[in-house]
């Protein structure tokens, strides 16, 4: 009913990704595709907790940063590709920062709510019992807000993987979406979708490994 050109059958698009992990050295593309993933996420989070939390407990900083960070948002990331290509070349660093870019405004305004939603009660409690702001801020703040902030850690990484095939499809000759684009070159059109497959396989994986994550880290949580 359709063109297999352009719509290969399921069982050709699995054979072509086995074809691609075990004859062609898919899993190198993938591994690279991983490391830039992790690289530009945890920037982001090392960026994104701190300021967020600072934003969320400091109505001061807030009002510094807040109108930055708002403008930011909604900007879309890939609009940056030309002027990052200009400033870092094509090698690692235009991928690393468009992956930066794309989810570190979003998980800064995720922490910054779930921060002022902590209870107020607690940091009055604190307080009152001669606790320092910084203290409040280390020892009752953020780990209230801990689990919120992992769960948006969660959320903000699917948009990492999201904007992934955007940054390998610029001048890139390694990673998921380079090898799909070298797919559409010659209409390989199982090869790109074995990329999505794999992309969404990952992407679930991930996804799994931060709830495991969040129920070790935080059993009190979970309901009985």
């Given at each position: ?75 879309p990331a890939p609009s940056f590709i ?5 400033w870092f070349g094509t090698g690692e ?132």
């Amino acid at each position: 009913m359709v063109n297999e050109l352009l719509v290969p059958a399921p069982q050709q698009v699995f054979a072509t990704t086995f074809d691609l992990f075990f004859n062609r050295g898919f899993g190198s593309d993938v591994m690279i595709s991983i490391a830039r993933v992790i690289g530009a996420f945890g920037m982001a989070i090392a960026v994104a907790v701190p300021l967020g939390v600072m934003m969320g407990s400091f109505p001061a900083i807030e009002a510094v940063f807040a109108p930055f960070v708002s403008a930011w948002r909604y900007l879309p990331a890939p609009s940056f590709i030309p002027i990052l290509l200009m400033w870092f070349g094509t090698g690692e660093a235009p991928k690393l920062a468009l992956l930066f870019i794309g989810v570190i405004f979003f998980l800064i305004t995720l922490i910054m709510d779930h921060t002022k939603n902590v209870r107020e009660e607690l940091v009055e409690t604190a307080l009152t019992l001669g606790a320092s702001r910084r203290t409040v801020v280390a020892r009752v703040i953020f780990p209230a807000v801990l689990p919120d902030i992992m769960v948006a850690m969660r959320q903000m990484l699917a948009m990492a993987w999201t904007y992934l095939v955007i940054a390998e499809i610029v001048a890139s000759t390694t990673g998921i979406g380079a090898m799909m684009m070298r797919a559409r070159r010659f209409l390989k059109t199982d090869e790109i979708l074995s990329g999505i497959i794999v992309i969404g396989v990952l992407g679930l994986v991930f996804d799994l490994g931060f709830a495991a994550l969040h129920r070790w880290a935080f059993p009190y949580l979970q309901k009985k």
